[in-house]
């Protein structure tokens, strides 16, 4: 399974910014996806997951402001990120693996991206 994700980039506080992830190779459809981040000097922290258009799991400090969506026929998974703080200036992976109770733990998932830069100046 490979994993590309794109749209990485800088845009200023309050900006907005859309990220994609394509799914390549042996990926089941069964497999949730979602998007971790780790910025400057610190661990990776776990960003979303969708397990179903109706069962999203978000960091709390993400809450209202990100929303990750998924489109199963292109095997494909997306976070737009609206009103974007200098704290979410990151690295951004995107992930995906089974249905797991560890979502926000990074041995929950099997496979990783290669990551995508967003930079929000302070």
């Known amino acids: 399974v490979q994993l590309q994700a794109s749209g990485g980039g800088t845009v200023q506080a309050e900006g907005s910014l859309r990220l994609s992830c394509a799914a390549s190779?042996?990926?089941?459809?069964?497999?949730?996806m979602g998007w971790f981040r780790q910025a400057p000097g610190k661990e990776r922290e776990f960003v979303a997951v969708i397990w179903s258009a109706s069962e999203t799991f978000y960091r709390d400090s993400v809450k209202g402001r990100f929303t990750i969506s998924r489109d199963y026929a292109r095997n494909t998974v997306a976070l737009q990120m609206d009103s974007l703080k200098p704290e979410d200036t990151a690295v951004y992976y995107c992930?995906?693996?089974?249905?797991?109770?560890?979502?926000?733990?990074?041995?929950?998932?099997?496979?990783w991206g290669q990551g995508t830069l967003v930079t929000v100046p302070a």
């Open positions: 992930v995906a693996g089974v249905k797991s109770m560890l979502y926000s733990n990074t041995r929950g998932y099997k496979f």
């Open positions: 190779g042996r990926f089941h459809i069964s497999y949730v």
